[in-house]
């Protein structure tokens, strides 16, 4: 499984290698087993690996490199010789620290990296989200007010229209009190009509009792009586004279 | 015939003179020593890095790196506080906060080859914090007094401490030293007891700090790289053989990293500790 990973893997970096060089495609074309593309690769690790170290100098050309390291060689060469510099147990202290620190620095500054973008990368999302709220926030509040741009004609209109109803207000107002009064003097017109006719009617009665008592009395006198009975007699007498 | 000459491994832990005042007050004669200039030099070097650090957020509006190990340093501490101590009691995190990144301070300054550590001499754990910086000599009698610096900000803690549970219960806070429950005959005798434990803090609390880096110091860090340096010395091929040995040492100096930084964390911790028992006492 691991053989097979492994040649999965050569197979891999070795296809990019063998389109960008010719050396390289040579080697692919000239050895086709997976044995062979590994020599390939291992032909081009070195070149690569020195490379790196030699970028990793200090100094701009391959010149100026060699000077520094050449320089620095023999500074250290000075330095140990004329015993400025001692090797001891802290020299191998140094070396073992500075070689901690560098795997450490070379582990953690990745995923370090990794972590602090993406940390930074959501404040500035939150920071842009909040940017557009408050952008859609200020748009949606300038038309509101927008909105109200005829404001002034609107007011005027408004205080017109609100002078109007208080006229009208007051008008009916008016008519209210007049509708009111006109109905205060129905009714008492209607309260004295009804009294005259109360009046009236209490009169004709107190009239009707007065002549049907003056008659009575007349009745009871003796005279009215016997003319009555006389004047009965006298028609009886006419009727009887009439049929016979 | 080769001479081997055998440093002393406690050479490192020396506490040197470096600089006297002579004065007649009291017949004192006041020394900055060389753990006392390491004290200043990690103090200044903590409050530079801290104040550049949080400066180049003014000018900044999303975090720099930098500040980003910082604000996490800062959240774990909150955090822990919080847990420790409880949220209405984040007044403390200053002082947590400060006491984690000094003695993270002091114990990575002791990885630097060529340096000292002060926080592997318990005497600046257990003593005023003032005395290692200014050393004084009654009488002018040198009395070596190396080793013991570590406890120093220990009692300081746990003077600290003693000071909040007075200070919030007065008398009441001695009931710390009676468990609740306890029948009356046994009360002398817990007394005693939980007196000489809760004291116990003071030196337990620097001493802990101090042997861990001690330890590593001595044991894992000089004596191995004394031994590999002479089995290096040898010959060439001791020289390669010595790279193996010389991997493990590596690993070690990891390991001490680890400790440097669990040793800063459980000294915050038990302080914390200690702080809440002084608030809420049982």
């Not at chain 2, 409050?47 to 400066?55: G, K, P, V």
């Not at chain 2, 996490?72 to 002082?95: F, R």
């Amino acid at each position: 499984m691991a053989h097979k990973l492994a040649t999965q893997r050569l197979a891999g970096s070795i296809r990019p290698l063998a389109t960008s060089t010719p050396r390289v495609a040579l080697a692919a074309r000239t050895f086709s087993s997976s044995a062979s593309n590994q020599n390939a690769v291992k032909v081009e690790e070195p070149e690569k690996k020195a490379n790196s170290i030699i970028d990793a100098l200090p100094g701009n050309s391959l010149l100026s490199k060699t000077g520094i390291l050449t320089v620095g060689a023999s500074a250290a060469a000075f330095l140990v010789s004329k015993e400025i510099y001692v090797i001891n147990e802290e020299t191998v202290a140094l070396i073992a620290t500075v070689g901690l620190l560098s795997v450490l620095y070379k582990i953690g500054r990745e995923p370090y990296n990794e972590f602090a973008q993406g940390y930074i990368q959501n404040m500035v999302n939150i920071f842009n989200d909040a940017r557009k709220e408050h952008r859609a926030a200020v748009q949606s509040r300038i038309d509101q007010v927008a909105e109200l741009k005829d404001i002034v004609q609107v007011t005027k209109d408004m205080f017109q229209m609100s002078k109007d109803m208080a006229q009208m207000e007051a008008q009916i107002f008016e008519l209210k009190q007049r509708v009111a009064f006109s109905a205060e003097a129905k009714s008492v017109l209607d309260s004295w009509v009804r009294h005259e006719a109360n009046l009236r009617e209490r009169e004709q009665r107190e009239l009707a009792t007065s002549v049907i008592e003056q008659s009575r009395q007349e009745l009871m006198k003796p005279e009215v009586q016997n003319q009555i009975l006389e004047q009965c007699i006298s028609e009886v007498e006419q009727l009887s004279a009439k049929r016979a | 015939m080769q001479i081997i000459t055998i440093k002393n491994p406690l050479e490192q832990f020396e506490i040197l003179d470096l600089f006297s005042i002579s004065t007649s007050l009291l017949g004192y004669r006041f020394v900055l020593t060389n753990l006392g200039l390491y004290i200043i030099i990690i103090t200044v070097l903590s409050c530079c890095i801290s104040i550049w650090i949080t400066s180049e957020n003014n000018k900044l509006l999303l975090h720099s790196y930098g500040s980003l190990i910082q604000e996490s340093i800062y959240a774990t501490i909150l955090q822990m506080v919080k847990n420790q101590i409880g949220s209405s009691n984040e007044k403390y995190l200053p002082l947590i906060f400060t006491l984690f990144i000094f003695i993270l301070f002091n114990n990575l300054t002791g990885m630097i080859p060529y340096s000292f550590t002060p926080t592997s001499h318990l005497e600046f754990l257990l003593i005023l914090f003032i005395t290692p910086i200014l050393r004084n000599y009654s009488n002018n009698s040198s009395v070596d007094n190396n080793n013991i610096y570590s406890i120093n900000l220990s009692i300081a803690v746990f003077i600290g401490v003693t000071i909040i549970g007075l200070k919030i219960h007065k008398l009441t806070f001695f009931s710390l030293f009676i468990p609740t429950g306890t029948p009356l005959g046994l009360i002398p005798l817990l007394v005693a007891i939980e007196t000489i434990s809760y004291t116990a803090r003071a030196i337990s609390l620097g001493l802990r700090l101090g042997c861990n880096i001690i330890a590593v110091q001595l044991n894992l860090y000089r004596i191995l790289s004394g031994f590999i340096y002479k089995f290096m010395v040898k010959s060439p091929i001791f020289f390669i053989i010595s790279l193996i040995p010389m991997l493990l040492f590596t690993a070690i100096i990891g390991l001490e990293l680890a400790v440097a930084f669990i040793q800063a964390i459980v000294f915050v911790i038990l302080t914390s500790s200690y702080i809440r028992d002084s608030i809420y006492l049982h």
